[in-house]
């Protein structure tokens, strides 16, 4: 079984829309401000509500939170990670590196001050596929 499906929550869409699309490179496939902004990564889908549009919803159950959330997006190698670091750098965005038993990760946060971690999955004893 594999994650279908991920979100993040951002009241200002249009800042995270530029990010995931213009720095993180990822297709924006359903653009429906202010509600929300999806992506797709591989196989699997990453959404992005605004909280005051969700969570009163009358179809579905509310989405909504406070605070900053995480998500981690899985690279090939340790050497993609440090290409992350770079590429970030270079556009202006502080990273924070993480050292574990199995491989390194860095850390930056989007527009919206969600942590957002690029790793592969070697971090988690998790052979890449």
Not at 59 to 85: M, Q, T, Y
Request: hydrophobic share 40%; with cysteine.
């Amino acid at each position: 079984m594999d994650v279908l499906e991920t979100c993040l929550y951002a009241r200002n869409l249009q800042e995270v829309r530029d990010f995931y699309t213009r720095v993180v490179g990822l297709e924006c496939f359903v653009w429906s401000p202010p509600r929300q902004a999806f992506f797709r990564t591989g196989q699997s889908v990453f959404l992005v509500f605004n909280p005051e549009e969700t969570r009163d919803d009358d179809k579905l159950p509310p989405h909504g939170a406070e605070g900053s959330v995480h998500i981690c997006f899985r690279v090939a190698s340790d050497d993609d990670v440090r290409a992350w670091k770079d590429r970030l750098e270079a556009r202006g965005y502080e990273t924070f590196d993480a050292e574990w038993p199995y491989g390194i990760s860095v850390y930056v946060y989007d527009p919206a001050g969600n942590l957002v971690e690029f790793a592969p999955a070697k971090i988690w004893g998790i052979e890449s596929t």
